[in-house]
């Protein structure tokens, strides 16, 4: 079981589909690891491997061959996505003692392909904010050193693959949330294209800041569940549909970037000296391969005000919760659903403009480049005492979100963005690259991480056992 827990979720796929060993055996060996380490780092507050054994029997009654792209490889879905008959709190103490009847439309669309559900990962309430704590469960603790944060909102998902309690694991996406937890936690996290993984449609239908998205342990187990989660469905008006390519095939391409921009944050201060100089020092390790790397600058200077806006618009849906329960939303929540209701349509119209003037400058920056790196986070992992970062290189921070502007300036221009690790720091911490591609440009991305990522040889430094 142990061997099992530290083999690539590719392998695990392969022993499957070569009927080697069963889902049973995948989740027999979870279990097994979850009791062993699971409460040193809460991350899979809610499990449910009694719903997960009749799934996987019920896919055993297939011919292997029909068992999908996962083949029963289990996968972990994030605390704010409803799966049928299991606790789903979206770490809120409003919706503490909530079952869903009916899954997301992603939960339903994993389990066609392959997936089995076996656990709810931990999230911060309603996924805000990047620190992963809530009054349902409690905080969830980074592995490489627990007393740190495992940031988030995915970090439930991120702490669960560092500690092998996951091979892969979904998360999602609107400032960060796949990307800064895998840069804390040594682990791969994608943000897609929007409409790449289609969701289930609540309020807005057409947005595109929040996507759904991967996150695994290297860039190519990331690309096998990705491939499980792409394509079109009715129900979301967004989803688009595969091309029949295969992400994972797009990893062992063999292709590489000829041409990188480089930057230590994104015209965006500030940065951790330490997180600027690891990110330098990876891109140097491509321009030493032959690639070559520019330091390179986009106009990104009105990121912080078009975020800023977009992001309270978006939680200004969420005035009829406040209004019910006004004193059971945490307050960074709050300020924001009251930012939202605040705005005014010049504003919002200001905005979008400018979300849109930063859309078109960078497609015609990846006219020059195959690729963009920058830091994924602009510090290392903060003890978990904190509830954000409130200052960095000296300058301080009005709101819990501004720390987060290097990932919300990607989020903004709709490019497909991923975190890989590129080294670490003085106290032995991970730390993550962001690499972005041109809009719609996965297979690229995870062709040019995968490249990356043979080139650091970081893709190997997790499970860990959880540290103290």
């Known amino acids: 079981m142990t061997d099992l827990i530290r083999m690539t979720a590719t392998r695990i796929v392969e022993k499957l589909k070569e009927d080697e060993i069963s889902p049973l055996d995948c ?14 780092v809460n991350a899979l507050p809610t499990l449910c491997f009694e719903r997960a054994r009749r799934q996987a029997r019920a896919l055993m009654e297939r011919p292997v ?26 770490g809120s103490p409003i919706f503490k003692d909530r079952v869903p009847e009916a899954s997301d439309l992603l939960v339903t669309h994993l389990e066609e392909n392959g997936g089995v559900i076996y656990a709810m990962s931990n999230t911060p309430e309603f996924g805000a904010g990047a620190h992963t704590f809530n009054e349902v469960f409690g905080v969830t603790r ?39 937890p895998a840069s804390f936690c040594g682990v791969t996290g994608l943000r897609p294209s929007p409409g790449r993984v289609a969701a289930s449609v609540f309020s807005k239908i057409d947005s595109t800041l929040g ?11 990331l690309a096998l569940l990705f491939d499980a989660m792409v394509g079109e469905e009715p129900a979301d008006p967004l989803s688009l549909p595969s091309d029949g390519r295969s992400y994972l095939a797009a990893t ?65 849906n969420m005035k009829p919760l406040l209004d019910k329960y006004p004193n059971q939303i945490k307050p960074e929540v709050v ?37 963009l790196l920058c830091p994924a986070t602009i510090v290392p992992p903060f003890p978990v005492e904190q509830r954000y970062v409130t200052e960095c290189n000296g300058i301080k921070f009005d709101s819990y979100v501004d720390w987060l502007m290097i990932v919300h300036a990607i989020t903004l221009t709709c490019c497909p963005a991923i975190s890989i690790p590129c080294g670490f720091t003085r106290t ?10 041109p809009g719609r440009g996965e297979a690229q991305l995870l062709a040019g991480a995968q490249f990356i990522e043979d080139v650091l040889g970081l893709g190997a430094i997790t499970p860990i056992d959880p540290r103290n």
Request: with cysteine; net charge negative.
């Open 211 to 221: 996507v759904e998205g991967p996150m695994a342990r290297n860039v190519a187990d």
């Open 335 to 371: 300020w924001n659903i009251e930012k939202g209701l605040r705005l005014t349509g010049a504003e919002i119209a200001r905005a979008e403009a400018q979300r849109g003037d930063l859309f078109r400058r960078m497609r015609q920056f990846f006219d020059r480049y195959d690729l």
């Open 252 to 316: 062992r391409s063999g292709w590489r970037p000829k041409r990188v921009a480089v930057s230590r944050d994104l015209g965006l201060p500030p940065v951790d000296p330490e997180v600027a100089e690891l990110v330098l020092a990876a891109a140097g390790r491509l321009e030493a391969e032959g690639v070559i790397v520019e330091e390179a600058q986009l106009d990104f200077s009105e990121t912080r005000e078009c975020a800023q806006t977009l992001r309270a618009l978006a939680y200004a």
């Open 428 to 437: 032995a911490l991970p730390v993550g690259l962001q690499v972005v591609a």
């Open 142 to 180: 980074n592995p490489w050193n627990t007393a740190l944060s495992a940031s988030g909102s995915s970090g439930g998902a991120a702490a669960a693959l560092a500690a092998g309690l996951a091979w892969v694991a979904h998360g999602s996406d609107l400032g960060g949330s796949l990307r800064n």
């Open 65 to 90: 061959g029909d068992r999908g792209i996962l083949a029963g490889l289990p996968v972990p879905i994030k605390d704010l996505v409803d799966v049928a008959g299991v606790r789903c709190t979206q």
């Open 27 to 40: 989740l027999d060996a979870l279990e097994r690891r979850i009791a062993e380490v699971g409460d040193r």
